[in-house]
C-alpha cells in the first residue's frame, strides 16, 4: 500500500466520522477540533491530512457525492424495473433515509446547500456539479420510462426530472422545518401525477 493510498484511506476515515456531526450542526458550528475528536486523531494531524477546513469541507461533498451517485447507480440499474419503478424506488429511497433518524445518511446538499454557498466558491461548484450528475441520472431514467411507456409524461425529460428534484429537495426542507413526514406524502402523491399525467 502507497504513501499516497494510506494518506486518502486516513482523510476517508476522519471525513466518515466527522460527518453525522456536519450533517446534524452544520458547517460552520463544527470546528476543527470536533473533527479531530469524534475522528480519533492527534491534535496537530488535522493539517496533516487537509490544508484547511474549507479543504476538509471540499472532500466531505466530494465523498458524500461520490457515494450518493454510486447508490443511484445501483438503484437505476436494476434490469427488471421499468422506468417509472425505477424512479419511485429512488424517490422512496430519498424519504426513508431521511424519516428512520439515519443523521449521517441525511441529505448534505439540503443541509450544507444554502450555508456552504455563500462561504465557499469551490465548495458551491462541487454541490453545482454533484446535483447536475443526479439530475442526468434522473433524466435517462426518465427517457427510458417514456421509451417503455411506464411514464406517461411527454414532458422534456431534463425538466421533468429536474422538477423531481427540485421538489424533493424542497420536501425535505419541509420535514426539516415540521418535524413530520407529511411534506413527503405530498412529494409523492405530486412525483406518481407527475410520471402519469399525459
Known amino acids: 500500500m502507497t504513501v499516497s493510498t494510506k494518506q486518502m484511506l486516513a482523510r476517508r476515515a476522519i471525513v466518515d466520522a466527522a460527518r453525522p456531526l456536519i450533517g446534524s450542526q452544520g ?3 463544527v470546528g476543527i477540533s470536533q473533527i479531530i475528536e469524534v475522528a480519533g486523531i492527534p491534535k496537530g494531524s488535522f493539517y496533516h491530512y487537509f490544508e ?8 466531505l461533498l466530494h465523498l458524500y457525492i461520490s457515494d450518493y451517485l454510486a447508490k443511484m447507480d445501483v438503484m437505476f440499474g436494476a434490469s427488471r424495473k421499468n ?3 425505477k424512479i ?3 424517490c422512496q429511497f430519498w424519504w426513508e433515509t431521511h424519516v428512520d433518524g439515519k443523521t449521517g445518511d441525511k441529505c448534505l446538499i439540503v443541509k450544507l446547500g444554502a450555508e456552504v454557498s455563500d ?3 469551490r465548495m458551491r461548484h462541487i454541490l453545482k456539479k454533484g446535483t447536475e450528475q443526479a439530475v442526468e441520472r434522473i433524466t435517462a431514467i426518465i427517457r427510458a420510462g417514456q421509451e417503455d411507456g411506464s411514464i406517461q409524461s411527454a414532458m422534456n425529460s431534463y425538466i421533468l426530472a429536474q422538477a423531481l428534484y427540485q421538489q424533493w429537495l424542497g420536501a425535505t426542507l419541509m420535514v426539516k422545518i415540521t418535524r413530520d413526514s407529511h411534506p413527503f406524502d405530498n412529494a409523492w402523491v405530486a412525483t406518481k401525477s407527475f410520471l402519469d399525467h399525459t
Do not use: D, H, V
Open 27 to 29: 458547517f460552520s458550528a
Open 52 to 59: 484547511s477546513k474549507e479543504a476538509f469541507g471540499e472532500e
Open 83 to 85: 422506468g417509472r419503478e
Open 119 to 121: 462561504l465557499s466558491e
Open 88 to 90: 419511485l424506488a429512488y
